[in-house]
């Protein structure tokens, strides 16, 4: 069968970024090290990597706040490093941290964005209105800023980024900090204004949110994209599915391992209390059968067993060989 074949423009396209910092007395950081990106118009994609991998550092070079070293970027064929003034009026960002004015309410944050952007001073107030009604923020609109809670201020800091009804929008890290509830209300607020048509790049480190939200995942670490697709395509790219056994005793955990291993496309993972174990398989069915029936024999006895498809965790530690959240940790530490 003939395959249709869609033409899709690339919207947001980076070519081989490379973006370097030098802190005083400290080693160079390449922050972007060759790092291509291609957004579809019209579809989300999610920059996805953990602390440090350089996806604010490629979200202020695609909205022209800081130019690379090298490489080229273009949103809609517009070059950033060279058409910056044509780029700014089609494109809202809301950036990792809040960008508003904490003196001023909800509703002239709004307003103050609009008059910015030279929208005349009736058509700035209905903008701001309409944004207010659209976030849920009718309440808070008279308030100064100041005594807005952490999900009230990505709200405003993202309906500001709206303002203009911008043709792409850049959200970096939208839902860092929200907790549960607002979170959900922000994946809401995302997929309708896509619905609407609106190309968007987001980042996160939740792999959970983009799976939720983005057509294309790119993964990136390093300041490189290592793996683009679809999380489908992600998640079938590393291989197979996961064989995972919960032992009664850990006890059984040596030979319980010596089984998983003769099934695995890869060495098994062994929980710290050595009662979960769970090893990549090229076919789950056929391998948790046989796993099953050696463990049977050998009379392992078993809280549970199953297969599962792999996570965007799975995913991320099989490109990176590290998991997505390490460096978080470490810097916590
Ligand atoms: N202004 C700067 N000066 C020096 N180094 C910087 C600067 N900005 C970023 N870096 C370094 O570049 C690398 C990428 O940083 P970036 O902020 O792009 O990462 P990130 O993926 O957004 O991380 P996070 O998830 O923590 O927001 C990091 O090693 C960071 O320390
Ligand atoms: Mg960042």
Excluded: C
Excluded at 225 to 234: M, N, P, R
Excluded at 256 to 273: C, K
Excluded at 303 to 330: I, N, Q, S, Y
Aim: no cysteine.
């Amino acid at each position: 069968m003939v395959a249709t074949i869609v033409w899709r423009m690339a919207y947001i396209e980076a070519v081989n970024l490379v973006k370097t910092y030098t802190p005083k007395g400290a080693p160079v950081v390449r922050a972007l090290d060759g790092l291509s990106l291609s957004v579809p118009r019209g579809t989300v994609t999610a920059l996805l990597g953990p602390n440090g991998a350089g996806k604010t550092t490629a979200v202020k070079v695609l909205t022209t706040l800081i130019t690379a070293d090298s490489g080229t970027a273009t949103i809609d064929g517009l070059d950033v490093a060279t058409q910056g003034s044509e780029i700014r009026p089609i494109i809202g960002v809301s950036g990792q941290y809040a960008a508003v004015d904490e003196n001023l309410t909800g509703f002239e944050n709004l307003d103050m964005v609009g008059r910015l952007y030279h929208l005349g001073a009736k058509a700035s107030r209905r903008r701001a209105t309409e944004l207010i009604e659209l976030f849920d923020l009718t309440e808070a609109q008279n308030r100064p800023v100041k005594g807005f809670s952490g999900g009230m201020r990505r709200r405003i800091d993202l309906a500001g980024a709206l303002v203009i009804d911008p043709r792409v929008l850049f959200l970096d890290e939208p839902t860092t900090g929200l907790d549960p509830r607002s979170r959900l209300g922000m994946w809401d607020i995302i997929t309708r204004l896509v619905a609407t048509g609106t190309t968007v790049l987001l980042t996160t480190q939740y792999l959970e949110e983009a799976d939720q939200l983005a057509d294309d995942i790119a993964v990136i670490d390093n300041g490189k994209v290592i793996a683009q697709g679809t999380s489908d395509e992600l998640k079938s790219s590393i291989g197979g599915q996961t064989v995972e056994l919960s032992l009664v005793s850990e006890a059984d955990s040596a030979s319980a391992l010596e089984i998983l291993r003769s099934h695995g496309t890869s060495a098994p993972d062994v929980s710290a209390d050595q009662r979960t174990l769970s090893v990549t398989v090229a076919s789950g069915p056929a391998a948790l059968q046989s796993v099953l029936a050696q463990t049977e024999a050998r009379g392992i006895r078993l809280h549970d067993a199953g297969m599962k498809r792999p996570t965007l965790d799975d995913v991320f530690l099989t490109l990176t060989g590290h998991a997505a959240t390490v460096e978080e940790e470490e810097k916590a530490s």
